[in-house]
C-alpha cells in the first residue's frame, strides 16, 4: 500500500500487518515515560537511548526515500526498540495501580499481532512456484518477463526446467506465462526491461491460471456486512495478498 514518500512511512508503522499495535502503543508510550514523574526516565539513561534509537532509525529510513523503495521491513530495528519501551511503560504503570489497563493493552496487542501473523504474506514467491508447476504438467517452452524467471530460477535449476523458459517477447503461437506482480513491479523499481512487451496484449488468449486459495476472511466480512467499509486494495491484500498466474497463447 503506498500513498507517497511522506505518508508511506506512516503507513508502514501505524497500517500494516507487521508492526499491529506496536508502534500505536509505542508513541504514547514513550510520551508518557517522558512526562509521568513517578516513571523517572531520566533516572534511567538506558530507556533513554533506546527511545533515542527508535526515533532516530524511524527518521533514518523515512528520510532515505530517494535511493530506498520503503517496506515495512526496514522498521525491524525500531521495532526491537519499541518492544523496550512498551513492555518499560507496561511494567511501570502496573507497579503504580494500572493493572487493568496494562492487561487491557496486553491482550489488545497480542489479539492484533494474531490477526497480524493470519493475514501475512506466507507465499510470497507464490507466481514462481506456480510457474514450475505449470511446467512439470505440460510440456513446451513458454515465455514469461525477465523479472519471473529470475526470482524463479533456483526452482526451475532444481527442478531442471530452467531451458523450457524463454524472456523474449512472445510470437504467434507461443504460450506466455504472465504475472501481474512481477511485471508491475517495475512501477516501484527500475527494470531492465521495458514493461509494456511482457503485458496482456490484444492477440493474448487466456487459456488458464493458478490462483491462490482465498482467504476466509472475505467471506466471513460479506457477510457480516462489512465489506463495504474496507477499501477495495485492502480487501483485496487481506483475502489475497498476492496474485497468481494467467497462462495465455498468443494468436
Not at 537511548?49 to 520503503?70: C, E, K, N, R, T
Not at 525477465?146 to 526452482?155: D, G, I
Amino acid at each position: 500500500l503506498s500513498v507517497n514518500v511522506w505518508l508511506d512511512p506512516l503507513l508502514a508503522l501505524f497500517a500494516s500487518q507487521k508492526y499491529a499495535l506496536l508502534y500505536i502503543l509505542a508513541v504514547p508510550a514513550a510520551i508518557w515515560l517522558w512526562f509521568a514523574k513517578r516513571a523517572k526516565p531520566l533516572r534511567n539513561p538506558a530507556i533513554g537511548l533506546v527511545i533515542g534509537l527508535m526515533l532516530s532509525w524511524i527518521l533514518f529510513i523515512a528520510l532515505s526515500f530517494p535511493i530506498l523503495y520503503l517496506v515495512p521491513r526496514y522498521f525491524t530495528v525500531s521495532a526491537w526498540a519499541a518492544v523496550l519501551v512498551v513492555a518499560y511503560v507496561g511494567y511501570a504503570a502496573f507497579r503504580a495501580g494500572a493493572r487493568l489497563w496494562v492487561c487491557a493493552g496486553l491482550a489488545a496487542l497480542i489479539g492484533a499481532n494474531a490477526l497480524s501473523f493470519y493475514l501475512e504474506n506466507t507465499t510470497p514467491r507464490f507466481a514462481e512456484y506456480s510457474l514450475v508447476r505449470y511446467l512439470r504438467e505440460h510440456p513446451g517452452e513458454v515465455h514469461t518477463d525477465p523479472n519471473t524467471a529470475r526470482h524463479a530460477s533456483m526452482l526451475l535449476d532444481f527442478a531442471g526446467l530452467k531451458p523450457r523458459v524463454l524472456t523474449t517477447p512472445a510470437k504467434a503461437g507461443d504460450i506466455v506465462v504472465y504475472s501481474p506482480l512481477n511485471v508491475d513491479f517495475c512501477g516501484y523499481s527500475r527494470c531492465n526491461f521495458d514493461p509494456k512487451l511482457y503485458r496482456v496484449q490484444p492477440n493474448w488468449v487466456e487459456i488458464g491460471r493458478i490462483d491462490p486459495t482465498p482467504r476466509r476472511i472475505g467471506a466471513l466480512l460479506q457477510a457480516l456486512h462489512l465489506a463495504k467499509y474496507v477499501p477495495a486494495q485492502i480487501m483485496t491484500k487481506m483475502v489475497m495478498p498476492v496474485p497468481g498466474i494467467v497462462i495465455y497463447r498468443v494468436s
